[in-house]
Each structure stands twice: as structure tokens, then as C-alpha cells.
């Protein structure tokens, strides 16, 4: 199956600051979910674009989806200590059907308060 | 409270054993799903299900085994042929395929 990737593995914050986690397909993708696992934790749906270009805003969380259906975005503007966590993004898998999801490495986020 | 409940949180087992981790949600969702997450990697198919009574290998299916009798439950066995069973395990359930997933907390499984 395809393979998704996500860049980059960790990403150290000040408290305040915006960052950028990127998450790319080798195929075009029906839809794409994003979900976030604090530390111990299990991971927790955040979204979900299914949509050409596709943007949608979660308070300071703010997901792409790219034009060719490839890669995708997470934007965190001014960080806080609640968005300590992995993000993970998935995919369907090319060839198969919606059940079996591909999921990238994830971005560990730590902040330095 | 709907949700998916795993049970144990930590399981410890000797090389050799069978064991079995359970799963169970009242979500009355159709599809469930167990994953494997290993430490600096994504979550990995093990197994799922789109159905009662049906379910379908994932991408690293060998040394485990599923049933799913009835819709609440799908429960996941490693066996003595899985070669790495240290691992902490998901269990997922979601409306149909392109739902989101609900998981579970995980159980946590080491075997020595």
C-alpha cells in the first residue's frame, strides 16, 4: 500500500509560537484525518477533509488539504502547552477500500513554556 | 457513556503463551479495528472488521487472530507465532469506512 509520510518527526515550540506539520502521500487520497495522542494517551479524532483544497479551522488549528489530493497540513498558531501531543495524519490505502488506513509516523510536539 | 472499552491496561505475559486482548464498544458501530503502535512509529494494521462475523487480515497480520461473533466485541489474540508481540495495542471502532476512528485507551502488552 502507500505509504504516508509526515515531516517533521519532532517539533520543539516556544510557548506562543506557530509551526507547520506536514503529512504527504505517494497517491492521491479519497480523504484525509487527522488525529493527536497525548502523551500516555490513545489517539483522538480531530478532522477529517475530503475536498480538493480543502481548508478547515479549529480554533488555532488550521488543516489543508492540497490541491492534488497529495499532502496535507496542520497549522498551530501560538502554541500553548495543551497541544503537547503526536499528530497523525491518515489515509485510505491506494487499492483497497476505506477501511484499511494508512497512517503516518506522527509529529511528537513538546513546548517550552 | 458510549465508548470502547480495553481491558487489561497492562498485560504481561511469558514467551510462548497465547494471550487474549479484549474489545469491546457500544457505539453500535459496524467496523472495528485493532492496531499496533510501536514506539517512534505509526499505528499499523493488525485486523479489522466491516462487519459481524466477517472480518479481514491488515498489513501485519501474522501471529494473531480475531473473531467477531457479535458486533460489541472483537477481541484479539497473539499468539506464540507473533515474533515481537511487546507492544502497545488499539482497538478502534468507527460508522463505516470513512467515519473517523474511536480508540480505545490500548492495553500494553509485554512479554519476556
Known amino acids: 500500500g502507500q505509504q504516508v509520510m509526515q515531516i517533521p518527526q519532532y517539533q520543539h515550540v516556544q510557548e506562543g509560537e506557530d509551526f507547520t506539520t506536514y503529512c504527504n502521500s505517494s497517491?492521491?487520497?479519497?480523504?484525509i484525518q487527522w488525529y493527536k495522542q497525548r502523551p500516555g494517551g490513545h489517539p483522538v479524532f480531530l478532522i477529517q477533509l475530503v475536498k480538493s483544497g480543502e481548508v478547515k479551522k479549529q480554533k488555532r488549528l488550521t488543516f489543508q488539504f492540497g490541491e492534488a489530493k497529495k499532502n496535507s497540513s496542520l497549522h498551530i498558531t501560538a502554541t500553548q502547552t495543551t497541544d503537547v501531543g503526536t499528530y497523525f495524519c491518515a489515509g485510505p490505502q491506494t487499492g483497497s477500500n476505506d477501511y484499511k488506513l494508512s497512517f503516518g509516523a506522527g509529529t511528537t510536539v513538546t513546548v517550552r513554556a | 457513556d458510549g465508548g470502547i472499552t480495553q481491558s487489561p491496561k497492562y498485560l504481561f505475559r511469558k514467551e510462548g503463551q497465547n494471550v487474549t486482548l479484549s474489545c469491546e464498544q457500544n457505539?453500535?458501530?459496524?467496523?472495528m479495528y485493532w492496531y499496533r503502535q510501536d514506539p517512534g512509529q505509526g499505528l499499523r494494521l493488525i485486523y479489522y472488521?466491516?462487519?459481524?462475523?466477517?472480518?479481514q487480515k491488515g498489513d501485519i497480520a501474522e501471529g494473531y487472530s480475531v473473531s467477531r461473533e457479535k458486533k460489541e466485541s472483537f477481541p484479539l489474540t497473539v499468539t506464540s507465532a507473533q515474533k515481537n508481540p511487546t507492544a502497545f495495542y488499539l482497538c478502534?471502532?468507527?460508522?463505516?469506512?470513512?467515519?473517523?476512528?474511536?480508540f480505545g485507551n490500548g492495553t500494553r502488552l509485554t512479554v519476556t
Open positions: 478502534a471502532s468507527s460508522k463505516t469506512g470513512r467515519s473517523p476512528l474511536h
Open positions: 457505539l453500535n458501530h459496524d467496523a
Open positions: 472488521s466491516q462487519i459481524v462475523n466477517d472480518f
Open positions: 497517491t492521491t487520497l479519497s480523504n
